[in-house]
């Protein structure tokens, strides 16, 4: 595998103290390029997410045994819309590092392969017990959607009706998540009570997370303010990485995603292969500790 370039201002100083811990089982010189790859991946996710690709893919062939590193790139893959491979590489971060870390987003990616029944298991499972109350709220985020996809409308509404639900709230998955209870209301066909919702996510997205204010715009026929033209695409819209980054969760039709790639073709094969795949890398990675 060609190694992608690096810049000099990239050093292993700008990755997180206790990812750099983790990497201390590997040589310096290997450390240190699995370390500055891996600073590369976070820096391109949003703007280039091919090429924060491979850096991680890079850095996961240098150090496949570390739950940090398959980690990193699981959530590289996530962003550049390969789902099958996301899926693997997330799967065997967490048989190595444990915990229910990034289950939203592999629920999500279950939804991106046309499999919504297993994003709403995951949503249920004894996992999804342990997750923190943000996580919580984006994992009921991407079950909601999964219900969509089902064409259970209702039901996919009635389940963003949690006590978080609260117009003056404001914590930092509010917008997300009165924009997602706005959008199932639209799937529903309430439209005047999705206008109020899309108004709230308005009122509460500091950061232009959603795309609210378009929403409110196609609801009303009112057209945009020229400010607003260059709009973040909401929470139905675009994949998203868990909680240390920025977790959105994919609309049933990830084509439309922005940055998103089309999982048509996709099918439950493509996450077994992936995992295959992850077995043979770890032992063909064995001579990795010897290397090192």
């Not at 790859?37 to 045994?65: K, N, Q, T, W």
């Not at 999500?108 to 996992?127: H, Q, T, V, Y």
């Not at 005047?192 to 959603?210: K, N, P, V």
Request: no cysteine.
């Amino acid at each position: 595998m060609p190694e992608p370039a690096l810049s000099e201002e990239i050093t292993a100083a700008g990755l997180d103290a206790e990812v750099r811990r983790d990497l201390r089982g590997l040589q310096r010189d290997t450390a240190d390029s699995v370390a500055r790859h891996l600073v590369a991946a976070g820096r391109l996710v949003d703007e280039d997410p091919e090429l924060a690709l491979e850096h991680a893919r890079f850095a996961r062939a240098r150090a496949s045994r570390i739950a940090v590193v398959r980690e990193a790139a699981g959530i590289a893959a996530y962003h550049a819309g390969e789902w099958a491979e996301a899926l693997g590489e997330l799967r065997a971060a967490r048989r190595m590092g444990g915990g229910p870390g990034h289950l939203a987003v592999m629920a999500d990616i279950e939804r991106a392969l046309g499999r919504p029944e297993r994003a709403l298991e995951l949503s249920r499972g004894p996992e999804a017990r342990e997750l923190g109350r943000a996580e919580s709220i984006e994992l009921a985020i991407v079950a909601a959607g999964a219900r969509r996809d089902l064409g259970e409308l209702d039901a996919a509404v009635v389940s963003l009706q949690i006590a978080e639900l609260e117009p003056g709230r404001r914590e930092p998955w509010s917008a997300r998540l009165f924009y997602a209870y706005a959008d199932n209301l639209v799937a529903a066909g309430r439209e005047s009570e999705a206008l109020q919702w899309f108004l709230h996510a308005a009122d509460a997205d500091d950061d232009g997370e959603t795309d609210a204010a378009r929403r409110i715009a196609e609801l009303t026929g009112e057209e945009l303010p020229d400010e607003e033209d260059d709009f973040a695409f909401g929470l139905e819209d675009v994949p998203v990485t868990g909680p240390e980054h920025d977790r959105v969760a994919a609309d049933a039709d990830p084509a439309a995603a922005d940055g998103a790639v089309s999982t048509g073709d996709a099918d439950e094969s493509d996450a077994d292969e992936s995992d295959a795949d992850e077995s043979d890398a770890d032992e063909g990675d064995a001579d990795e500790g010897d290397a090192d």
